[in-house]
């Protein structure tokens, strides 16, 4: 009885998962990779935990069938995130304890950690892109003070990926912070100053 219990806890848990998943993010084809996971985790754990071999060798093949399938195709970290609770979700609903409610509490906790993580009020402004900017800006003061008036944003961290002085582009990966509209005009331009001031210096 209690088994089926947490078979039915897991199959709702991975479904308000896959579903906050696909209205926040719109990727058809992972809704299929995650309601995959976990059911066959799920299905198989459970199998393995009442058979004479160990679960622990059935989670361990688990593992690296998970690592095998991230390195397959280009999932970023939130998808991770959420891959990673499906499975966790199917071997909690697979595996019950010695205290039934430790499970499910156990669930409702993983499925409460992702979504609000990935709730798009929290930490909203604070965004990361890859950029390719037309120069070969080799001084870092410029090089922020450019992408903030470009961005009309306040940049927390900038790494140079590529500088390629033949075609004269840098190619960067930014970390920064959205400025509020009311604020946004005037942190521009002194973006823009900054990067005047700088240019204008080196140049003397």
Do not use: K
């Not at 195709?73 to 979700?89: G, I, N, P």
């Not at 992702?114 to 990361?128: K, S």
């Not at 390719?132 to 450019?146: E, I, M, S, T, W």
């Not at 992408?147 to 140079?160: T, W």
Request: aromatic content about 6%; overall charge positive; glycine content about 10%.
């Amino acid at each position: 009885m209690d088994q089926l219990v947490l078979i039915g806890t897991d199959l709702v848990a991975v479904g308000v998962l896959t579903w906050t998943y696909f209205r926040r993010h719109r990727r058809r084809d992972l809704v299929v990779a995650f309601l995959g996971m976990n059911v066959g985790v799920l299905a198989v754990a459970s199998t393995l935990a009442s058979a004479t071999i160990g679960a622990g060798l059935g989670l361990g093949l688990f593992g690296v069938l998970s690592i095998i399938r991230l390195r397959s195709t280009e999932v970023d970290q939130r998808e991770v995130a959420y891959y990673f609770a499906a499975l966790a979700l199917g071997i909690l609903g697979a595996l019950p304890g010695e205290i039934l409610w430790h499970s499910i509490a156990f669930m409702a906790l993983l499925l409460l950690a992702v979504l609000v993580g990935d709730h798009p009020r929290v930490l909203r402004r604070h965004q990361r892109q890859e950029l390719v900017l037309d120069g070969a800006v080799l001084d870092r003061v410029a090089l922020v003070a450019r992408l903030e008036g470009m961005l009309g944003a306040r940049v927390h961290q900038v790494a140079v990926q590529r500088v390629d002085l033949v075609n004269d582009t840098t190619w960067v990966d930014v970390r920064y912070e959205t400025v509020p509209p009311a604020r946004r005009r005037g942190h521009v331009q002194a973006g823009r100053e900054a990067a005047r001031t700088t240019t204008t210096g080196t140049g003397s």
